[in-house]
């Protein structure tokens, strides 16, 4: 298998929405729910531009996404989203490497997200580790702010 990380083009908006419905409703969320969900999300060319979205691609088929923004010395992991048929391949660990990475050569000490109760046991396999409760969620909860150490 050939995948291959590579820069977001700014017209991928869909398609990265569409992996991101999929990974949601993969856990059993309703499917409603999470389109009404995705549609709060900028997946806008400008949308895109305003942050460093890396796409993890097999051939041409986008089956993977990641989002970082830098807030400081933290480099906020915003999104990271892996189509179902393709979870449990190493595309998610290959996309938070990848921003692991990022975060390196940018200088952030840390890395931070909030972290989908149904990824928690992933980051923690990553080396993420429960640093507070985030704000209420769209699905009013809320979620564990988890953290990486980059220094």
């Not at 992996?19 to 949601?24: D, L």
């Not at 999470?34 to 890396?54: C, H, L, N, T, Y």
């Not at 940018?106 to 640093?131: C, D, H, I, Q």
Request: aromatic share 10%; with cysteine; proline share 4%.
């Amino acid at each position: 298998m050939d995948v291959c990380v590579r820069p977001a083009a700014v017209d991928e908006g869909e398609r990265l929405r569409e992996i991101a419905i999929a990974a949601k409703a993969s856990w059993g969320y309703d499917l409603e729910l999470v389109r009404k969900w995705a549609e709060m999300g900028d997946f806008s060319p400008a949308g895109i531009r305003q942050k460093q979205v890396f796409v993890a691609s097999v051939g041409k088929n986008p089956v993977g996404w990641v989002a970082a923004i830098a807030r400081g010395d933290v480099l906020w992991l915003d999104d990271l989203w892996v189509e179902p048929a393709w979870m449990g391949k190493d595309i998610g660990t290959l996309l938070f490497e990848h921003v692991v990475r990022l975060g390196r050569r940018s200088r952030a000490t840390r890395m931070e997200w909030e972290a989908e109760p149904n990824a928690v046991a992933f980051y923690e396999k990553m080396g993420g580790r429960y640093l507070r409760d985030g704000e209420l969620s769209a699905w009013g909860r809320a979620n564990p702010v988890m953290g990486l150490d980059l220094s």
